[in-house]
C-alpha cells in the first residue's frame, strides 16, 4: 500500500526557526560531515550544496532530547488517515549510532495536543492543578472566615505563656544570642 507522510511543516518548534538561518560561509571552508560522504563524495561544490537549515526536519533533530531515550517527529500528515494493510519503508541509515551503543526505531503512531500515547504527564498536569486550585479556595475560605493580621506574633508558639504548669515542673530552657529583655528573669 502507498502513503503519503510528506509533510514537512509545522514539526519545528517556533523558537528553533530563531536559531538557523543561511550560512555566510564558503564551500571551500566547511567539510561535510563523515557520515554524509555518500552525499557529497567531493565535498561541498558550491553553496547550494550546503544542507538547507531552515528545514523543519533538520531543526527537528539538531534540538538536543532531554532525555537518553527520546523520539523526534519526522513526517506527518495531517488530511488522511492510515489504513490497515501492509506498508514497505525504504530506509538510508547513514549515522552509525552503535558506535555509542545507540538504537534507532520507527514509531508510527498518532500525537495529540497531549503529546504521544501515553498522557500520564498530561494527566499529572491536570491533576497537581486541580489539587492546587483546591487549595487555593481552601486556604481562601479559610482567610475569609478567620483572618489574620500579617506580622502577627501572638500566634508563634513559643510567644505565648504556657496555659499550665506541666508535673515535670517549669521548663528549664533558655535562649541565647539576644540581650535581656525587661521582665526576662536570669
Known sequence: MKYAMQNKTNIAWASDAELYGKTDYQPSDVAPPPNWGARYPNGYQSIDDFPDLTEPAFMVWMRTAGLPEFSKLSRRNDTKAMSAGTYRLDIVD????HAYGGTKSIILTTRTVMGGRNPFLGIAYVVVGGVCIILGAIFTVTHLIKPRKLGDHTYL????APASKSAAGPSTATTTGRDMRPGDVA
Open 157 to 160: 508558639s513559643w510567644n505565648n
Open 94 to 97: 547513514r549515522f552509525p549510532s
